[in-house]
């Protein structure tokens, strides 16, 4: 008489133990995140910090510790990658953030001049990305002018006023009110370029106010500057592309592409009807590269 004998899949080892982590590994995730602070510095040219984002890609633990330093400095990370380096923006209660309140002190913005700084940004992002299909592509790569994005705004001023009159709304809103609609005509009443004698626009002037956005974008390594046709040209960055893209669900901005006049464009002052689409679907949640 044969005993029955049950097989069954032996017993797993435990699961292997990856090392503790070291204080020296806390200071090299804090090293990523302040590589991460510097936008401008790219890491195709720092092997340190092009060692670090492998290590970051190749090692989860070290990707989860790197992660914490920059939850705890209240930045959110976008993306991690050879092409972007250690993405960041800053959450609104992180130190790192910066206040409109700021960029204007930046800018020598007065506080009526806030609304239609915080208007250039949109039209820039606009303008760089204004098809979805140009946001998820990650090697698509945008291109602005100073000028292009003044005439820009100023046709989009004049629908939104034959969008007023069509609707028999009230064309010349109070200063301070929020929305597209109070802009249009603020914006169109400035002056373009309001020269000096020695030819330098004024910075109060709707060229000057997108001339300190796009200079702005480009200390924050945003943008790259190309060029100095059509009052200067600038190219996007894969930070700008990701920065618009947790951007891309605002009212504003939304509400300017509903417009239908934002160009597919190479940066120059000549604008483009947009293809027909209605696919407008972007990302929620978002908010302009600084803070109110």
């Not at 989009?156 to 929305?179: H, K, M, S, Y």
Request: glycine share 8%; aromatic share 6%; with cysteine.
């Amino acid at each position: 008489m044969s005993e029955h004998v049950e097989w069954s899949e032996p017993e797993a080892g435990p699961a292997p133990v990856s090392a503790p982590l070291t204080p020296a590994d806390a200071a090299d995730a804090a090293r990523l995140v302040a590589f991460g602070l510097q936008p401008k510095l790219q890491p195709a040219r720092d092997q340190e910090y092009a060692d670090l984002l492998r290590r970051h890609r190749e090692d989860p633990a070290f990707a989860r510790l790197a992660d914490a330093v920059a939850a705890g400095l209240g930045l959110i990370v976008l993306e991690v990658s050879p092409r972007a380096g250690m993405a960041v923006t800053a959450a609104e209660d992180s130190v790192f953030a910066v206040r409109m309140g700021d960029y204007a002190r930046r800018t020598s913005a007065d506080g009526g001049d806030r609304f239609l700084h915080g208007l250039a940004h949109l039209a820039v992002a606009a303008m760089a990305f204004p098809r979805p299909e140009d946001l998820a592509d990650d090697g698509y790569i945008g291109r602005v002018s100073v000028n292009g994005v003044d005439s820009f705004v100023r046709q989009a001023c004049r629908r939104l006023e034959e969008r007023a009159e069509e609707q028999g709304e009230n064309t010349d809103p109070a200063t301070d009110a929020p929305g597209l609609e109070a802009a249009w005509r603020i914006w169109a009443r400035r002056s373009a370029t309001g020269a000096t004698k020695d030819a330098r626009r004024l910075a109060g002037s709707t060229t000057g106010i997108v001339g300190k956005a796009v200079a702005f974008l480009t200390d924050s390594g945003f943008l790259q500057r190309t060029g100095d046709d059509n009052g200067g040209t600038y190219r996007t960055t894969a930070r700008y592309q990701l920065q618009v893209r947790d951007m891309a669900g605002s009212a504003a901005l939304a509400e300017l592409l509903e417009l239908g006049v934002v160009p597919v464009t190479d940066g120059t002052a000549t604008l483009l009807p947009p293809d027909e689409t209605d696919d407008l679907e972007l990302v929620a949640d978002a908010g302009l590269p600084f803070h109110s």
